[in-house]
């Protein structure tokens, strides 16, 4: 299932829920101050993968050096 933001007009606060793709456009209630009056927000992040909780490992090698610098 997708992650989808959401933010809300009451208090302002931004939150995430994973919410099926028919889901997406339903109001959700505010975890901070209760209200239903919510709207989805614009992420910044993208989500990749099939939703497994593997997670390329980081490269920890420096880059070869050169004499012009």
Known sequence: ???YDF???E???VFEKK???SQSSDPQACPS???GDTRRH???AIAIGGGGSSVAPAI???PPSS???
């Open 1 to 3: 299932m997708p992650m």
């Open 7 to 9: 933010a809300c007009r």
């Open 11 to 13: 208090c302002g606060q």
């Open 19 to 21: 919410l099926r793709m």
């Open 33 to 35: 101050c209760g209200s």
């Open 42 to 44: 614009m992420s910044s």
């Open 60 to 62: 920890a090698t420096r």
């Open 67 to 69: 004499p012009f610098t």
